[in-house]
């Protein structure tokens, strides 16, 4: 089990470190998200419907 999965895992239980382990887990997939999206090129995010721009927003989930 990888330590994202074993986070997800505690992040079902309510308290204090559950939301801990959300906090990191939200952390973790925006910056995953933020890095695949900065590696493409600007035609293909233009292809998606994004911009440089967008990507934070894209990567925060607003």
Do not use: K, Y
Request: hydrophobic share 40%; charged share 30%.
């Amino acid at each position: 089990m990888s330590a994202i999965e074993t986070f997800r895992a505690c992040a079902a239980r309510p308290g204090f470190f559950g939301r801990i382990a959300d906090t990191l887990i939200h952390w973790a997939d925006a910056r995953e998200t933020r890095n695949q999206l900065n590696r493409l090129t600007d035609r293909e995010l233009t292809d998606i419907g994004l911009s440089r721009g967008d990507i934070e927003r894209v990567a925060r989930g607003v």
